[in-house]
């Protein structure tokens, strides 16, 4: 079975652009979380959907936001790019509460 | 505020030898989860621990959880090479799948 994919693998981009990154869950899971993980820490969470709904956001500025389809797949949008938004950017499916959950191989941004 | 602390943060060890990773986090939660990261690689879920006294066992990694004392461990016995990666303690304080990760522990496994 496919596990979570995302894409593109690595993306760059400049300062003030904006970014798309999708991610598709595990077959079956409803639940798309995402994370940022900069270099040499660990991921921070952004937001979690849950049937096309919002459950929970991080604490990050307006310029991110997501949304999720109805066939449970998930984009995260950034707007306004900034150097500091460089980073690994994961995104999580699970199937229930109390399952782990699993994460895709994330996608790389970089910002020029 | 919620807060997830590991110690130590970079851990290098001989193969064959044991060793313990600690997780503190900062308020009531029974719900932990252990990952293991290889480098430029994504997360890889270990262990999940759902109740006070949990215990679970992989191969050479064994994680339990004392939730009064809001601490997890992570046990490795007979260190191998493999097993050098950064692991991961992250906890689900709000029981909505929002985990807060800790800082990671770089474990490296000597020859």
């Known amino acids: 079975d496919a596990g979570v994919t995302q894409s593109p693998t690595h993306l760059i981009k400049t300062r003030g652009q904006h970014v798309t990154l999708r991610c598709s869950p595990i077959?079956?899971?409803?639940?798309v979380s995402w994370y940022q993980q900069v270099l040499g820490q660990g991921p921070q969470f952004i937001f979690q959907y849950y049937e096309k709904e919002e459950r929970g956001r991080g604490n990050f500025p307006d310029r991110f936001s997501a949304r999720q389809f109805p066939n449970y797949s998930s984009e995260l949008n950034v707007n306004a790019l900034l150097l500091g938004d460089s980073a690994l950017y994961l995104c999580?499916?699970?199937?229930?509460?109390?399952?782990?959950?699993?994460f895709g191989d994330g996608t790389r941004l970089s910002i020029l | 505020e919620l807060k997830v602390e590991q110690n130590p943060l970079f851990l290098s060890m001989q193969e064959g030898k044991n060793y313990t990773i600690y997780c503190n986090y900062s308020t009531t939660s029974d719900r932990l989860y252990w990952y293991r990261q290889d480098p430029g690689k994504s997360l890889e879920s270990l262990f999940v621990l759902l109740s006070n006294g949990a215990v679970k066992q992989e191969g050479r990694l064994m994680a339990s959880l004392d939730t009064k004392a809001r601490l997890s461990t992570l046990h490795i016995t007979a260190a191998v090479h493999d097993l050098s990666a950064t692991y991961f303690c992250a906890v689900d304080f709000t029981l909505n799948e929002k985990l807060t990760f800790g800082t990671g522990t770089r474990l490296t496994i000597i020859p």
């Open positions: 999580a499916s699970s199937l229930l509460l109390e399952q782990p959950q699993h």
């Open positions: 077959s079956g899971h409803k639940s």
